[in-house]
């Protein structure tokens, strides 16, 4: 019983840690605007950076690499004040994660196996199906980050970076689950 209450709030401190920057610069942002709202965001995420040493002991490299171009992006954001470099960044980060998946790919390493292995046990093509889904993923991602930031009111940005993205990822990870559950190998079974 313990151990689930315990798997609850690592469960519950992992997500605020991811979401609560995004969430304290959707808020600020409606109540003060982008660069009020950027500078806040900044802030809430060397604050989950230090609450995630805190708690953990570790930060995993996402968060960091993520809270870095959040830094460097915002930074210029503010110091420019031009909210085009705060509205680049998921485009990025997404574009980053592509080419750090098909860079493994080509050079044999898959990177989600790398990450994902020790959680999930999948073969060789399931690995490199996965990868192949998720680069495709992200790139589509960057794609429609950059039309809704050049097409929409940075409001509408904001709102859409905060609650469209998350579900559009969720939706795509879920939908990938029959075919890790197709490429799945038994806990007796060898892992090529």
């Known amino acids: 019983m313990k151990k689930a209450k315990d798997s609850e709030q690592s469960v519950a401190g992992k997500l605020l840690i991811e979401l609560g920057p995004l969430l304290v610069f959707f808020g600020v942002n409606a109540v003060s605007g982008i660069f009020v709202g950027t500078a806040a965001f900044m802030v809430a995420t060397l604050i989950a950076l230090g609450l995630a040493w805190w708690l953990y002991r570790k930060v995993p490299v996402m968060p960091i690499v993520s809270a870095g ?22 485009t990025i980060v997404y574009t980053m994660f592509a080419v750090l998946l098909i860079g493994g790919l080509v050079a044999r390493k898959p990177v989600l196996a790398l990450l994902f292995g020790p959680v999930f046990n999948l073969t060789d093509e399931g690995w490199r199906k996965l990868t192949i889904r998720w680069a495709i993923f992200f790139v589509a ?21 905060a609650f469209g993205f998350l579900p559009i990822t969720f939706v795509f990870a879920m939908s990938q689950v ?15």
């Open 178 to 192: 029959p075919l890790m559950q197709r490429y799945g190998v038994g806990e007796n079974s060898q892992h090529h």
């Open 69 to 90: 171009l959040v830094l460097a992006f915002g930074g210029l954001t503010l110091y420019l004040h031009d909210d085009t470099f705060i509205k680049l960044k998921p």
């Open 141 to 161: 991602m960057a794609i429609l980050n950059e039309f809704v930031w050049r097409s929409f009111s940075t409001d509408t940005w904001v709102s859409f970076k």
